[in-house]
């Protein structure tokens, strides 16, 4: 707060206020703008990452070489999904060659509301893997399809449908024990397990009437 | 520049006499909120301890620029320009860090330490100083934080250190009551947080008062040798 030597009018005042406070905006959103211009390209960067950690979960990277997150079909909301809403369809080529689908899908009925997946189908109509993305399932109860929560390390209850095929295992048999199938439960939570298993098949369904229409549509990175 | 005697009362302004939430009872709502243990309390407090020396230097620096008509407007611009990029900057260059103190940065708008300091202090006095009592008074916090989230945590679920294994992934909280501590949801609850810092405040005006006891009562004899208490 300098001494000023001159006296101002009411609206001089105000004036010169308004212009101060109109200078401190400027220069701040500048601030903001910069930073975030800069930070960008690296938050992007990791963002990309912790997707691809997801991925690498349900399909190893070993089994393709093109930029998978890049290679990309626009999914219009599938009822056959569960999905409500549009999403992304990822295809991992080896070579240029399709080998593998990743897509989201969404079992409406968990016990507390929907359970999101994320599934990797092979060509041949084998699971490549399949994660619980989002849930809000009875911590304790139901939570082990999430892989961090289930208390067995070893073999995770959701790493079952890994390998998978409708060609070895008949649609009947893709149901919890209780139901008369073959996918193992724990005692007491019985709703979850049967809902993540049903999307599983229904996407293992939808994957394999869809394969042909998807690997022809043009994706987004495609390399021509 | 500054020296050693302005320093220590800088520290102990920040640390005790003026801690921010046992004596100016300031930022309740992240305070209520987050600690329902240590760890929780000391991640919020080490996030605003940066954000306040950062705007505390800003303000400082920019003081004699700022109309005193205008100054909250531009405080509060300065302090939400400066706690997004903090943001921002967290996200991109020390991304681990970020997704455990990430969630705790944005909570720090709803915290009026940063701007009560900055208008109390930072705008009347250099940077340097001005940065030095934005660190004290984050310890201030700190530690109050976390002795307020340790005994929650205690009495609410019986453990210490809940939450930890999401810093540091190889420590695992420590079960201090036995199993079978059925818990206390009122500790956990903001009523309970509100008890205890209630308690809190007591026992910081009880060692004041007693210290200016003492202080007060100055031995007559210098020889003469008080009962320890």
Redesign the interface.
Known sequence: MTANPRTFTAPGMAARTAAILFVFVIIFTALLSGAYQWTKPAIEASAAEEKMKLVDEVLPRSEYDNKLLEDTIALPATAELGLAEPSKLYIARRAGQPVAMIFEAVAPDGYAGKIRLIVAVRNDGAVAGVRATQHKETPGLGDYIEVKKDKNKQRPWITQFTGLSLADVGEREWRVKKDGGRIDYHAGATVTPRAVTKAVIKAVLWANAQRDRLYATPSKGARP | MISREEIRTIANNGIWKQNTSIVQILGLCPLLAVTTNAVNGIMLSLATIIVMALSNVAVASL????????RI??FI??VA?LV??VD??F???L?ELYLVLGIFIPLIVTNCIVLARVESFAAKNPPLQSTFDGVFMGIGMLWTLAVLGAMRELLGSGTLLGGIDMVFPSIQPIQLLPESYPGFLLALLPPGAFILLGCMIAWKNWMDARAAEKAKRKPPVPAEVFGCN
Do not use: G, Q
């Open positions: 003081r004699n620029f700022i109309p005193h008509e205008i407007p531009v611009l300065i320009a997004t990029v921002l900057l996200n991109a260059n991304h």
